[in-house]
């Protein structure tokens, strides 16, 4: 398994000193986490994508058993209790990128709904850090 079952948002791994932690000193050097500030960036499969209200969704799976829903979900939970936590004390410091109604496994999506999810990204890191539309 990898560390997404664990924690699939580990913003705590680099905003904290580097001497507290060796695995984080390790990989991020002498870097002080006070003076280098953290922006972390959450796709958020809550809030929707403005403009891809009318582009095509890719057909869902006929074939998907309920069973793999059901383990789905149960990962879905134990991977999001953890960071719940470390997202809501850390608000400030995270960027949310709309992402409602898209799959982790849409590569072949057409340019409008592509584009409609980059320039939603875009308006969410600029208010983000208070910069104009």
Known sequence: MD???LS???IRLIDVEPGTDRFVQEVMGDTVA???G???LLIDEELPVEGAENTPRPP???NQLRVVQRVAR???TM???RDNEEIRSRKQDICRLPAKGYGTTEFE???DRLNALIETGRKAMKAHLGLRP
């Open 3 to 5: 560390g997404g079952v």
């Open 8 to 10: 699939n948002f580990p």
């Open 34 to 36: 006070a003076e280098a």
């Open 38 to 40: 953290t922006l972390g």
């Open 60 to 62: 869902k799976l006929v």
């Open 74 to 76: 149960l990962v879905d």
């Open 79 to 81: 991977t999001r209790a």
């Open 109 to 111: 999506m057409d340019s």
